[in-house]
């Protein structure tokens, strides 16, 4: 009986009864597309942000998230992310600290790297942002032999994310494009999306569609409680490419608020309350200022780089990492699936968990 009920335990991805306090059974997946990990770690560059023609609003950036030192600077752009996501758990990829992170699809824009993340293979056939249907096998199609099936979703602005998800073949809920949905599709009863244009933050302007993303996350967390939840946003990126760096460092910004209030709520609920692991990335990095590169990436040097911040019950409150390491983005899918007592074991190659954050030896 023993033998069986572990072997339950093994399939239903459920901890033996000891360990069970403490222990994450609900994980959160957050990105910030194309973010920067010269932002993350060091706060808003001078020499991007000196440069006229890329921020209108300098009185914004100086007043708001400089400071000489890059630790204060970095905590003034985002506070969620180094006042509590840092102090209670790990951030990974500080390169100037020789901790690095980074993706070994080898193409450095989105598609190829949301599948990195989700199916743990940086698979070079898929190359391109408009690829079809997803071939491989990823964590939610994971999960779902594992007791998760109907407790997991994705709330994105970008409109690939059914493709890359493949939700044909998973039916996984993803809810994209929410402007645009509006009243269609979304099967949430009662809510009127179309109110929620009036709650942009008027003293912020950025983040429109993410804001809808948001809130339309927050919501179905609320109503369905699922137990892998998977929230992309977008706008970082938009920003960057458009060469508007306030906007950029405002997105950023405004996310970090976000992924505050989502904590928030999920340190309220009785599912989630200390029983929930948040992992934020983002699904490739930017070039570097010499060149002004920073805008794009793709076949850029320096975009391959891209970081990992997590909090949760069971993982050590190491901060930033500052040891020599190499990680990779292979590595998320099989960290999710091991933070949720499972060996991911897809039926393709996968990156290995990140052990430290998982408490593995
Ligand atoms: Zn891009």
Redesign the pocket.
Known sequence: MKQMLSILACLLCLHAPAQQQGKTENVILVTL??YRWQELFGGPQKKIYKTKKYTKDLATIKSQYWDADPVKSRAKLMPFMWGTIAKNGQVYGNKKLHNKVTLTNGYK??YPGYNEILTGWGDRRVNSNDYPDNPNSNIFDFLKTKGFDGKMFCAGTWDAFPRIINTKRNGVPVFVNMKAEANGGIHINGVNIDEWHTTIPPHNPYAKTDTFTYKFAKEYIQRYHPRFSFIGFDET??F??GGEYDAYLGTAHTLDAYIQDLWGFVQSDPQYKDKTTIIVTCD?GRGDIPKLEWR???RVMGAEYIWIAAMGPGIEALGEINTKEHLHQNQIAATIAALLGCEYKPDHYAGAPIRSLTGQK
């Open positions: 597309d194309g824009f989105s990126d938009d960057a490419h490739h794009h990436h793709g």
